[in-house]
């Protein structure tokens, strides 16, 4: 249908201010308009929840990594087979698959569409490896779908950066989002990951030199952020601090968002970087969420994921070489660790987090603590790092423990209490999410944060991509089962069932640079490289950049 009217739903839609209202929702030809002529088909949201689709602001979902993570768990295949949906006769051929925490691509799409999901951002991209991202994004319906590209651990940046060249890094920054059909800057353990592949183990503190004193963490940082900012990409630097994972960690992350004070900056999975160390004079694990989101709080300038730990299933999959290997070391688990050439690591460890284990209890705490504590949930937006703290499909049972104070408190109950001493959830969070508010953490302001201002709203000229939800007592059981999905404006599910599967859009950017970097670049890509600099670009690719500004 070319046209449709979604009537009388209780709209939530709160980038244009409308908190529960009573309306109708018009879609013409993929987009949302005013009003639709008399005589066009209607749908009958009366009683409903409507919302724009969600928007994931971060997940792992369509890179070599993830294929290399599909590969090592090998006994997910056999434990969650995913039967072919059956889709509507005359549409796009249905196809079986995988689930477990990283599903194949085609059932990735269908069930981040049958959560209400309709677009997603893969977080971390090796540039070598974008061609083998776009193919799986081409193979994952459904979902418009963009990814952040790894710098900060490249042997060409540290170059730069080395030689006090920040132009150079801003231009070879732009090409590179350009060649690789990306869309935002993505740094992990800023120089850390390089010190891990070059026999320097790792880099602690965000001063700490990597080979020459003029390369550290902080140097790569004011870097990157600011040619992101220079160059007005829609999503500013994407950072993943430096001793992820680390019982006293807090001081590493609070560091880092003083030294980039005044400059846009987001803030990845900001659970893992949220610990203290233990009692005075002791080792040990304590929450610091509280210490960390005042000073979120505090800064319209940073905006943050959460990444929310969840019990039970996971799969750490990261750029972080070093984090990885203590990981697997402590765990005992089987694991791949992999160097990707001049470019940065990647490290994959099937994992578990259990309520009666203390530290998975206290990572469980601590993202909650951050939402609950978050005075600004426009700039503090849900994830799990999918599939890092758990699946995407854990979503629904997150949404409902913002909303649902009981639920909360009857699993606080249950968990290992050990190192929760302290901890603002324990001694009491009352906070409650209302639905407008979830529908910022999941729609509006990742949209908003990702500079996408066709997405998350369901003003006049955006993309028709809705969600019509029935109300529930079960908050968890309503937010995994929706009613109604629209993308484009094409109904993709209907009567809570998935019955058609259109391609998603590629989001990508083309920045502009300037092409005085061009030679320099050819010259260390033909001395260094596999890849000759010819061949590195992406071609062809079916979406064109989006416009900026």
């Not at 599939?387 to 629904?396: K, L, Q, R, T, V």
């Not at 484009?488 to 859009?505: D, I, K, M, N, T």
Request: glycine share 10%.
């Amino acid at each position: 249908m070319s046209r449709l009217r979604i009537v009388g739903g209780t709209v939530h839609d709160p980038a244009n201010g409308v908190d529960g209202e009573i309306r109708d929702v018009c879609i013409e030809n993929g987009r949302i308009v005013a009003d639709v002529p008399d005589g066009t088909p209607t749908l009958d949201a009366r009683g409903m929840i409507v919302m724009p689709g969600g928007v994931d602001i971060h997940s792992h979902v369509a890179s070599s990594a993830c294929n290399h993570a599909r590969r090592l768990l090998v006994e997910e295949h056999s434990a969650n087979p995913a039967a072919a949906p059956a889709l509507e006769p005359g549409t796009s051929p249905p196809r079986s698959g995988t689930g477990g925490t990283l599903p194949s691509t085609f059932t990735t799409g269908y069930r981040y569409a049958g959560l209400g999901y309709t677009t997603v951002f893969d977080a971390a991209v090796a540039p070598i490896t974008a061609r083998h991202t776009h193919a799986e994004f081409d193979d994952t319906p459904i979902v418009d779908g963009g990814f952040y590209i790894l710098l900060g651990n490249d042997e060409y940046l540290l170059r730069q950066v080395d030689a006090g060249e920040r132009d150079r890094a801003r231009d070879y920054a732009a090409w590179m989002i350009e060649a690789a059909g990306g869309y935002a800057i993505k740094i992990v353990n800023p120089g850390g990951v390089q010190a891990w592949k070059s026999g320097q183990r790792n880099l602690t503190g965000i001063d700490e030199a990597l080979g020459s004193s003029r390369v550290t963490p902080r140097a790569i940082l004011e870097t990157l952020a600011d040619a992101a900012n220079t160059l007005r990409l829609p999503h500013p630097v994407h950072i993943h601090c430096n001793n992820l994972g680390q019982a006293g960690n807090v001081a590493t992350t609070l560091a880092t968002m003083d030294a980039l004070s005044g400059r846009r900056a987001h803030f990845t999975h900001l659970q893992f970087h949220c610990y203290g160390s233990g009692p005075e004079g002791k080792t040990g694990w304590s929450s610091a969420a509280r210490q960390v989101i005042e000073r979120v709080n505090a800064d319209s300038e940073i905006s943050v994921d959460v990444g929310q730990v969840m019990f039970g299933a996971a799969t750490t999959l990261s750029a972080d070489g070093p984090a990885q290997y203590l990981l697997q070391a402590s765990s005992g688990r089987k694991w791949t660790n992999i160097d990707v050439e001049l470019e940065t690591g990647c490290g994959i460890i099937p994992y578990r987090y259990e309520e009666r284990a203390a530290v998975s209890a206290l990572q469980w705490a601590v993202g909650l603590e951050l939402f609950l504590l978050s005075a600004d949930p426009w700039r503090v937006v849900l994830s799990t790092d999918s599939p890092n703290g758990g699946s995407f499909e854990a979503y629904p049972a997150l949404i409902q423990l913002l909303m649902d104070r009981t639920v909360r408190d009857e699993q606080l109950k249950r968990v290992n209490q050990r190192l929760l001493a302290g901890s603002a959830l324990a001694d009491g969070l009352a906070r409650e999410y209302s639905l407008n508010e979830i529908a910022i953490v999941t729609r509006a302001g990742p949209a908003r944060l990702l500079g996408l201002r066709h997405k998350g709203h369901l003003g006049v000229g955006a993309d028709a991509d809705v969600t019509v939800y029935t109300r529930e007592a079960d908050l968890a059981r309503m937010f995994s089962l929706p009613r109604y999905v629209i993308k484009s404006g094409v109904l993709v599910v209907e009567e809570g069932q998935l019955r058609r599967a259109p391609a998603g859009r590629r989001l990508r950017l083309a920045p502009g640079h300037d092409d005085a970097v061009v030679p320099d670049l050819r010259r260390f890509y033909d001395e260094y490289g596999t890849v000759s600099f010819d061949n590195f670009p992406v071609r062809g690719l079916r979406d064109a950049p989006l416009e900026q500004g």
